[in-house]
């Protein structure tokens, strides 16, 4: 396994969820038929972000792992003989619901999941009120492809993931995720969020020495309570190497796939370059575990 | 504690160690006179970066902590009434050396110092051959004007030496370092390293939401084996906020002073707005201190 080719796709969403589903079968067949291997949805495709109130009907958007949604994307991964990363919510139980990744193999068949983590709980991202934290660490999934770091969105912000990801072994890190602009906030403060954003995941490259891909939503999004101007989700997906360079970002506007090819040589090659795995200083780390350390 | 202004000196150093010495005094009396409060020294700042070459007659340089140095630096910290961030070749014992930032405090005590924990060993940069690796941990140093959080160079690269020096309630992140060119690289390459560099360290704000003040040499310096063709040291001394938004950024050509105002009571509004801090799964990070996980 020398080059990989890997497809995001960042797409507005509607309130019609067959219609969601709709282009995200497209933008896959898409994408495949422009040789992608990889092909990583962004996170909570299938609806709008419903995060942005807190609203008890609103579980009845989840579903089981398996489900309806894992048998939809399980077929489209066969049909396309892809690696495929879906971004679901997840119904476990009566009160336990997650914001979970699925990955399907090529066969279609269900190569693993990821439960996300790290739960945020910001103004319009009411993401506490709906999903239990995973219970399921941070183990990458292994693939026909390689073994794949997936995290989800908020997960982005914590080298800590990122890290134990790559010390087990991931080849690549994948971060399907939804976050975006509030109308309130200054063009300044925009760019601070936006750039943030794009460097703390380029710095998991750097630090890791892997690739990053990360795919996120586009588009404005209502908010139901009419309390906020709602979200503009910010797109600007993008794909690093394993130095943290650019290999593909994507616009902050519209809905575009992007097909990137990745050379998974070079992280043997920048470890060497640049060995810092090596230098750690794991006898020093033990605060890491700490809440605070006071 | 609300602004603090600190003064980075971005320095071009020769063989003749006295007129570094002296440099650096008229560089600290400007940053002062500007109305610097905290001034950071780039790393190894009395000599030339003798580490390109593995050289037992180098020890020489080597002095105690207290020593000459000490002396001469606690007079111009409290000369001047600012805290001095310095970085010494520490002998400490025969056959233990190391690289040490001393903090002196404003009225020229020795608030504390650091041992670099991260050693490098790279063509060019044998630390690994001088510097034995550090044994005093990640602990900020308490000085009159806060907390300060002081890495030296390789450190940069972890995430976890940042993290541990923030729960520790350190209130900015200091690196002073000894960083550039190697003649052949490309200048894509160039660009990769320096940009890897910038933003891993901007991440470092980012993730804990804390200042970062990081002070390089700068100017060429030869490799006294004439093996390779020296470093070029890329300067771009930078100070960031807590949103990892550059406050400002020296060149990657000439000597500069920067005196930058920061703005301290923005820490706190950054981790309200984005509470990283509140939502880490210390529950999960048990792997971290590993070396590989296999």
Known sequence: MKKITVGLIQQANGEDVPGNLKLLAENIEACAGKGAQIVVLQELHNTRYFCQTENTGLFDLA??????????????????????????FEKRAPGVYHNTAVVFDTDGSMAGKYRKMHIPDDPAYYEKFYFTPGDLGFEPVRTSLGKLGVLVCWDQWYPEAARLMALKGAEMLIYPTAIGW?????????????????????????????????????????????????????????????????LAQAGNEE????????????????????????????????????????
Not at 258 to 266: A, G, N
Not at 271 to 291: A, C, E, M, S
């Open 63 to 88: 579903e089981t792992i398996p489900g309806p949604s894992t048998a939809f994307y399980s077929e489209l991964a066969a049909v396309h003989q892809i690696v495929l990363v879906a971004s679901l």
């Open 182 to 246: 509030e109308s309130s906030d200054t063009e300044d403060e925009r760019l601070r969020q936006l750039d943030a954003w794009i460097i703390s995941q380029r710095a998991h490259a750097v630090a890791n020495g892997l690739p990053v891909i990360s795919v996120n939503r586009v588009g404005h999004e209502p908010d139901p309570s009419g309390r906020t101007n709602g979200i503009r989700f910010w797109g600007n997906s993008f794909v690093a190497g394993p130095q943290g360079e650019f």
């Open 255 to 294: 809905p575009e796939n992007l097909v990137v090819e990745i050379d998974t040589e070079r992280s043997e090659n920048v470890r060497r370059w640049w060995p810092f795995l090596r230098d750690r200083r794991v006898d020093g780390y033990d605060g890491i575990t700490k809440r605070f350390i006071d």
